[in-house]
């Protein structure tokens, strides 16, 4: 299992105030980075009821990142540099994009660095990479960032794809085993 589906209830207020909190207080809709660190503090004090649903489901924030995936693109297959589950949570123009996972040789894998100089590892070949799973991002998931995966975006959308994406201090097998 690549991801795992997230009950909550609210995600959807939730989604807007992020959003709200992306709108006002940072500048990543004007910029063209993909990955974008927030303050993760920040984020969990304007919106209580983010760290709510986080501390019923016993997790301890480290970082809090949106992604901008810009409109009638695709995200290139890739590996995340993280080695733990995430979650992958929809804010923006999410319905009818896919991620989608692959399994993939690793010779085919090179590290490499974004614009903020974030870590993660480019699959130079996506031709010899194997889909495994897909995923329509229509709820909060627990995912593996470690499996190759790649973002499709919504051809008919015009705006941006936003996600955010929550790693843990904390070990997260009691919501998603890492195997």
Same mark, same amino acid.
């Given at each position: 299992? %690549?991801?795992?589906?997230?009950?909550?209830?609210?995600?959807?207020?939730?989604? =807007?105030?992020?959003? !709200?909190?992306?709108?006002?207080?940072?500048? *990543?809709?004007?910029?063209?980075?993909?990955? %974008?660190?927030?303050?993760?503090?920040?984020? /969990?004090?304007? #919106? &209580?009821?983010? $760290?709510?649903?986080?501390?019923?489901? =016993?997790?301890?924030?480290?970082?809090?990142?949106?992604?901008?995936?810009?409109?009638?693109?695709?995200?290139?297959?890739?590996?995340?540099?993280?080695?733990? &589950?995430? #979650?992958?949570?929809?804010? $923006?123009?999410?319905?009818?994009? +896919?991620?989608?996972?692959? !399994?993939? !040789?690793?010779? =085919? *894998?090179?590290?490499? $660095?974004?614009?903020?100089?974030? *870590? +993660? +590892?480019? #699959?130079?070949?996506?031709?010899?990479?194997? /889909?495994?799973?897909?995923?329509?991002?229509?709820?909060?998931?627990?995912?593996? &960032?470690?499996?190759?995966?790649?973002?499709?975006? %919504?051809?008919?959308? !015009?705006?941006? $794809?936003?996600?955010?994406? #929550?790693?843990?201090?904390?070990?997260?097998?009691?919501?998603?085993?890492?195997?």
């Amino acid at each position: 299992m %690549n991801y795992k589906p997230l009950d909550i209830p609210n995600f959807e207020l939730i989604s =807007n105030k992020v959003f !709200d909190y992306v709108q006002t207080n940072t500048d *990543i809709l004007l910029g063209d980075a993909f990955w %974008n660190w927030t303050n993760a503090q920040q984020v /969990l004090t304007l #919106i &209580p009821e983010l $760290r709510t649903t986080l501390d019923r489901l =016993n997790l301890v924030v480290d970082q809090i990142s949106i992604i901008k995936t810009k409109p009638r693109s695709n995200l290139r297959v890739h590996i995340d540099y993280d080695k733990e &589950p995430r #979650i992958l949570w929809p804010i $923006r123009n999410c319905q009818g994009s +896919y991620t989608k996972f692959f !399994d993939v !040789d690793p010779s =085919n *894998i090179l590290e490499q $660095r974004g614009i903020k100089n974030d *870590i +993660y +590892y480019l #699959i130079l070949d996506p031709e010899k990479a194997t /889909l495994i799973d897909t995923l329509e991002l229509t709820q909060p998931v627990m995912f593996k &960032p470690w499996i190759a995966h790649g973002v499709w975006t %919504n051809p008919e959308c !015009d705006e941006p $794809r936003l996600t955010m994406t #929550i790693k843990f201090k904390n070990d997260t097998s009691h919501v998603f085993s890492k195997d």
